[in-house]
């Protein structure tokens, strides 16, 4: 057992990377006793829902991540999770033919091109300019000489040599702006398009690879129609069994719905899990008290300083801060112990890049949209001189949610807990709210694009933001007044981000041996800097992995 009985477990960072390594290591393990140390005076981090007031309406803002993207494993974490604690009713879908789930591309001429999800907006996308040259890469891929080494490139290189360059300049660029705010001549094939980048390796082609993992996919379908889930999953069931149905069941469930969402925001959830933790007198909560140095001690033991000088000792550390926080922590320990800041550890975990967001939400009291659907990003073949990276419609989220179990949908998922039948789902109908008169945009700028330049002021961004939405969106703000029309709120979320640069993958090895070499055991590492990734489901499934590896 690596952590003995009664331990004194402490958590930096009370985001949802702390708060749910703590439900899940908890529910493991009821004899530990847990400190999560939040520096502000809120739990959540960078989920982050707020209600504002506007001519006496109460409008909800979402100041950070809104939605979770496709059935992934952390995903299906994070919903079985909600279901466990009682709150299956927060949970809202959107179904893959509803109105929200048309995506777009901005074209070199600010025109809305839609990503094609059929064959008829697959003919328009390639007739349209960003389609240019698209197919033809796709048909000589085949041909297109391997790599020989396996060193890693950049998305940007990995794309045009397989597939040249329309994939990369109108369409990947676009994609990468929206999960990273990134530069994809800087950002990691290895690790960003991982299973492509593989594919590559093992077969020569991507296409090819493609091809023949859907032969096999044909042969194999007669003889097992159960649906396939991974290892996480399947640890994740046994250690959290479930009594009335099967995690396989309601990960099929869940593939059916591009996008999940919360009803009242996504800081429902850090919220719920809090509420639940709250209820346990062995988790104490300590918030505005910043960690400022963490060491370790001749007894192998941590000790972790606040920045009001309480010290505490802990059998075991959790940082779910960024890279270079806790490359802090360890260069004040030092500087502690031994008068100098050498850590080489620090060294390394500074290394990581972050970029700026800047987060400007809109909310308009009347319907102003031509297109709808998701929102739209900007590829680098527009010249995008506001620096945009892409724009959410999150009214045609809200009109298009419905809720995921109606009493039909939850009694099929648990009737087939005993039998190796696959459920019969009820379709969820997509709808659209056309009765609802407003219109709430979140235009997200910055990212990669600031790298190299002072950020602009709060009011050189706005108007940039404006402007983007006249020539992109054709909104008129000249017809439209301040406080009785709409109402505009920003955000500048510094050094937010994690840069994924090629050789992250080398980096992330460095860095979590340097920690293991230097404290073994002691202290593991959560969040987005150095986990599975940068999205919340990532970090709930990594939390959930490593509770799980620390409760044995
Ligand atoms: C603008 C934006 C949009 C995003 N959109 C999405 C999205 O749509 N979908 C999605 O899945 N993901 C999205 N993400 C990513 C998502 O926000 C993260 O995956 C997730 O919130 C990370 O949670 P965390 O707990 O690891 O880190 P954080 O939320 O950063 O939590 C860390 C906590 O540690 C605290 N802390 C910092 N220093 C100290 C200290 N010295 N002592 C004690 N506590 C400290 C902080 O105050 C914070 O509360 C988005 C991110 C941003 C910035
Ligand atoms: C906390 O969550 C668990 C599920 O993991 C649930 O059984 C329990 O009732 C919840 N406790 C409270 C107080 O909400
Ligand atoms: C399966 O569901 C039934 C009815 O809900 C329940 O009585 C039974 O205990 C469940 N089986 C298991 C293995 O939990
Ligand atoms: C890391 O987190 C701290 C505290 O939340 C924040 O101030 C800082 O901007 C973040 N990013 C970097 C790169 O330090």
Known sequence: ?????????????????????????????????????????????????????????????????RTLRGASDGTTIMIDTLIKMGHKDVINVIP???????????????????????????YNFLRSSLGKGLLPGFLTEIFKPQKLNKKDESVESFLTRRFGKSLPNNIMSAVFNGIYAADISK????????????SELQHGSIVKSMLLKSLKFQNKNDDSKKIEISNVLKDYETAFPNSNYKISDLKSLLTKFPMIVLSKGLETFPSLIKENLS???????????????????????????????????????????N???????????????????????????????????????????????????????????????????GVIF????????????????????????????????????????????????????????????????????IRAAKDALE??????????????????????????????HTGYDELKFKFLESVKNEFGERLSIGGMSFGDGAGVPDCVQNAMKSAL???K
């Open 1 to 65: 057992m690596s952590l003995v009985r009664n331990s004194n477990v402490a958590v930096i960072g009370g985001g949802i990377s702390g708060l749910s390594f703590v439900y899940f290591l908890s529910k493991l393990r009821p004899d530990l006793n847990f400190t999560i140390f939040e520096r502000s005076s809120r739990f959540g981090g960078y989920i982050n829902t707020e209600l504002h007031n506007f001519n006496g309406e109460k409008i909800k803002l979402e100041k950070g991540p």
């Open 96 to 122: 893959s033919n509803s109105i929200a789930n048309k995506k777009y591309l901005l074209s070199p001429e600010n025109e809305l091109i839609q990503v094609p999800n059929s064959l008829p907006s697959t």
């Open 187 to 198: 950002l990691s094939a290895k690790t960003t398009l991982k299973s492509m980048y593989e």
């Open 279 to 321: 209820k346990n007198s062995k988790i104490k909560f300590i918030h505005n008290d910043p960690i400022i140095s963490l060491t370790k001690n001749q007894n192998k033991l941590i000790t972790l300083t606040t920045s009001s000088g309480h010290s505490t000792e802990f059998h075991h550390v959790r940082s779910t801060v």
């Open 323 to 389: 890279a270079s926080t806790f490359a802090e922590f360890l260069q004040n320990g030092k500087l502690m112990t031994t008068g100098k800041e050498d850590s080489p550890t620090a060294l390394i975990a500074q290394e990581l890049k972050f970029i700026n967001i800047f987060l400007v939400n809109l909310y308009i009291n009347s319907n102003v949209l031509k297109n709808h659907g998701f929102g739209y990003l900007i590829p680098k073949s527009n010249k995008n001189n506001e620096r945009v990276l």
């Open 394 to 461: 999150d009214s045609d989220i809200e009109k298009s949610s419905s809720k995921l179990f109606t009493e039909d949908t939850f009694k099929a998922l648990t009737s087939t807990n005993e039998t190796s039948e696959k459920p019969k789902f009820p379709e969820i109908e997509p709808h659209y709210d056309s009765e609802s008169q407003y219109t709430k945009l979140t235009i997200m700028m910055g990212g990669h694009y600031w790298t190299n330049h002072k950020i602009p002021s709060r009011e050189t961004s």
């Open 471 to 500: 020539n992109q969106l054709g909104l008129d703000f000249t017809k439209l007044s301040q406080d009785t029309d709409f109402y505009i709120d920003s955000l500048l979320i510094p050094n937010c981000l994690p840069q994924f």
């Open 549 to 551: 590896k620390l409760s």
